[in-house]
């Protein structure tokens, strides 16, 4: 069964830009969550999505957003990239009908501002 | 809010050797908690997961406790090995389906 897909797995933009990452969920996993991961923060939860429907959301600015397709797939966006946005994006996903599953990550896109 | 503190933050410890990570976390209305391993460049690897309503958790050399009454979780690894070598995290959930907040890690280096 193949795990978790995240593209691209680097990326490099200048301030003011946007981008957008991509995550495929396991199959038949239904929940995709996405994580912030820095060496000042640490991991800090970002949004999840669950059928389509954001269900849970961090405290990031509106900058960052998401959406996710029928088949799973979900992608991120942040808009107008800062500086301190420069980290390791890992998503995660899940079955979806539970709380507190077990998550499955994937190997996460790193990107930097420049 | 959450807070969760792992110590320490970095271990060396000689192959064979048994060891315990800590993980401590402010609020006990938590409805589990989720140990991870990160290898350098990589994603997260869920190790254990253990209930709220659970007292222990294991898999292989891997022993998870909790006492949710005192926000406390240890990771006990016997008779390390190289291949254990990595950066271990653990992260607690809140009845909030899936949101986890996670401690900064414990780095581990395991000598042969």
């Known amino acids: 069964k193949a795990g978790v897909t995240q593209t691209p797995r680097y990326l490099i933009k200048t301030r003011g830009q946007q981008v957008t990452l991509s995550c495929s969920p396991i199959s038949g996993h239904r929940s995709v969550s996405w994580y912030q991961q820095t060496p000042g923060q640490g991991l800090q939860f970002l949004f999840e999505?669950?059928?389509?429907?954001?269900?849970n959301k961090g405290n990031f600015p509106g900058r960052f957003s998401g959406r996710q397709f029928s088949n799973s797939r979900s992608e991120m966006n942040v808009s107008t990239l800062e500086l301190g946005d420069s980290a390791l994006y890992l998503c995660a996903s899940s079955l979806g009908d539970g709380v507190g599953e077990k998550l499955f990550f994937g190997s996460g896109t790193q990107l930097s501002v420049l | 809010k959450q807070e969760v503190t792992q110590i320490p933050a970095a271990l060396s410890v000689p192959e064979g050797e048994n060891l315990v990570l800590n993980c401590s976390f402010t609020d006990s209305a938590i409805y589990n908690l989720q140990w991870f391993r990160q290898d350098p460049g990589k994603g997260l690897t869920s190790l254990l997961l253990i209930q709220s309503s659970q007292r222990e958790q294991t898999s292989g050399r891997l022993n998870a406790s909790l006492d949710k009454s005192s926000g406390r979780s240890t990771l006990y690894i016997a008779a390390s090995q190289p291949g254990d070598s990595a950066t271990y995290l653990c992260a607690v959930n809140g009845y909030n389906f899936n949101k986890f907040y996670f401690g900064s890690g414990t780095k581990l280096n395991v000598k042969p």
């Open positions: 999505y669950f059928s389509e429907t954001q269900r």
